[in-house]
């Protein structure tokens, strides 16, 4: 194997990388923009949970914050995190309190978990740096 061939397959695996991270980013920020815009479906869907419109902002204002964490140099592995626990919570929203088909927030959740998985490395420098000062 040349040494063009593995850097070229570097630069291949780290587009498919961004582009995976934009297009989770983009469905995040639809999402999240949904909720703070406050389209009818979302104040309906929050109105089930009965927790209160508040909680709409709140979690709109999430997963925008996530998914700019998503495309924010360095910070794609925090955003995964942010948003796989998002949607694990979501899923066991849809299950158990709503009563709907959860595969939405499954999937997007599964995706973050690749994102975490694929910046692994980024994780294990904030967790070196944050035990180095405790």
Request: with cysteine.
């Amino acid at each position: 194997m040349s040494v063009a061939s593995i850097s070229k397959g570097w630069v291949s695996r780290r587009t498919g990388v961004w582009v995976l991270q934009a297009a989770v980013a983009v469905a995040f920020f639809a999402a999240g923009g949904a909720k703070l815009a406050g389209v009818p479906v979302m104040v309906q869907l929050f109105d089930q949970l009965g927790l209160g419109q508040w909680f709409r902002y709140v979690t709109g204002t999430v997963e925008v914050l996530g998914a700019f964490a998503l495309i924010y140099p360095g910070m794609a592995s925090i955003g995964g995190l942010w948003l796989g626990f998002t949607m694990f919570c979501a899923v066991l929203t849809h299950l158990f309190v709503l009563h709907n088909n959860p595969a939405a927030a499954a999937v997007l959740g599964l995706l973050n978990a690749l994102i975490v998985y694929l910046h692994r490395d980024e994780l294990g420098s904030y967790w070196r740096i944050i035990t180095r000062r405790a």
